[in-house]
């Protein structure tokens, strides 16, 4: 009698802590509703944990344009006995499924990552390809993506390491000591620390000092061109009047 109870009390828990989660993308599930099902807007609300007023929006097309809606039927947060109990009784609020797609829980570690002992042997490949491929990245971020040491990092990098020789940079993603995730994370975090300087990409614009250098030297070049014509017009003019003294001689 008890243990019915106790279990009663424990699925009673679980319905009330089903019902006061929101589902996966609460928009796109609304969008989906209001284009398949005749639930009123209340319904609606309650279920996506939205206000009706913005859930009257999205059904008006002021509101979550572009959205493409997403079926909670398909990953298994709604049934369609729920769905046809909520259109016979406007009354009637839908509950919450347990989503077929269940993320693990991330627990927070303390302390240097733990490498399973028959990878260990693997990180110098993976530092290696992070020393080559992100040189942005700090020691401390090699050290939280891979497991290692700050001397190991130091003795890869400057080709000590006993094993030198048969290193070959290896993706630690591939390798699986760090996901792709992680990854991106300390990348991300890296560039906005240490931008990347700009390197010589090829040919580019003279600067303004060379393109309006040629005018300093135009007025001279238009000085010159001008005695130039003096001297003919002078030259000529001489020649004329020697000729007009042949003339009259």
């Known amino acids: 009698?008890?243990?019915?109870?106790?279990?009663?009390?424990?699925g009673e828990a679980q319905r009330r802590f089903a019902m006061s989660n929101a589902p996966l993308m609460p928009k796109a599930t609304a969008v989906w509703l209001l284009d398949?099902?005749?639930l009123t807007f209340d319904q609606v609300a309650?279920?996506?944990?939205?206000?009706p007023l913005e859930v009257r929006a999205i059904a008006d097309g002021d509101a979550a344009q572009g959205i493409k809606g997403m079926d909670p039927l398909s990953n298994g947060q709604l049934t369609r006995e729920e769905i046809e109990k909520g259109e016979k009784n406007p009354d009637y609020r839908l509950r919450l499924q347990e989503s077929k797609v269940v993320l693990p829980p991330q627990p927070?570690?303390?302390?240097?990552?733990?490498?399973p002992v028959s990878r260990r042997h693997e990180r110098p490949s993976a530092i290696l390809w992070l020393l080559r491929n992100h040189p942005e990245l700090k020691d401390a971020q090699i050290m939280r993506l891979v497991g290692t040491t700050?001397?190991?990092?130091?003795?890869?990098?400057?080709?000590?390491?006993?094993?030198?020789?048969?290193?070959?940079?290896?993706?630690?993603v591939t390798l699986g000591l760090c996901s792709q995730i992680e990854l991106d994370f300390e990348v991300q975090r890296a560039a906005k620390e240490k931008p990347?300087?700009?390197t010589y990409g090829g040919a580019t614009l003279l600067p303004a000092?060379?393109?309006t250098r040629k005018d300093e030297y135009e007025p001279a070049e238009k000085s010159s061109d001008d005695l130039?014509?003096?001297a003919v017009f002078a030259k000529l003019k001489t020649l004329g009047g020697k000729k007009h003294e042949d003339e009259e001689e």
């Open 209 to 211: 000092s060379e393109t």
């Open 36 to 38: 398949n099902t005749a």
């Open 150 to 172: 700050k001397s190991t990092i130091a003795s890869v990098r400057d080709r000590t390491h006993w094993n030198t020789s048969s290193l070959t940079p290896i993706d630690p």
């Open 196 to 198: 990347i300087d700009a």
């Open 1 to 10: 009698m008890t243990t019915g109870f106790a279990s009663r009390g424990v």
């Open 46 to 51: 309650d279920f996506t944990k939205m206000h």
């Open 108 to 115: 927070k570690r303390k302390g240097p990552r733990y490498t």
């Open 228 to 230: 130039n014509v003096d």
